[in-house]
């Protein structure tokens, strides 16, 4: 890249959830684990999946997630979701998550990932996605 490319990353997809990241889920070094990440990563596909479905969901995978760089205690994590594809009853959906220190700057792409979620209904059974 030379000086002339500059690019500035943003985030893509729906803004679906915003949370600090919890003091409480650290590690021995005092950042936050990854494996806290992950299921707020899954909070945010369900969230966007219900949506998109019209209704109650289930996890069935989650994709590899690589992360960019260590979430502190104090950022501010933005969860934006975009659905991928849409199955007779499933749901493939993108989530980035980026962070933000508290004071305001420094945003940046900490993950991202890929989950699937499956419509199902009150009994848990899975159910065909209302297209009307």
Known sequence: MT???TQVLTPEG?????????PQAT???GDVYG???A????LAAEIKAAEATQGRVATVSVGNMEFM????????LSF??????LGRSSARIRVEV????PDGTDLRKVTESECVQVAIDGHGHIRAIDFG
Do not use: I
């Open 3 to 5: 000086k002339d490319d």
């Open 35 to 37: 494996g806290w990440v």
């Open 14 to 22: 729906e803004l679906s959830l915003t949370l600090p990241a919890d």
């Open 27 to 29: 590690n021995m070094f």
């Open 39 to 42: 299921s707020q990563v899954v």
């Open 80 to 85: 934006y979701t975009h659905v991928q594809e």
């Open 69 to 76: 760089s260590p979430v502190l205690v104090g950022t501010v």
């Open 98 to 101: 980026w962070g933000r220190c």
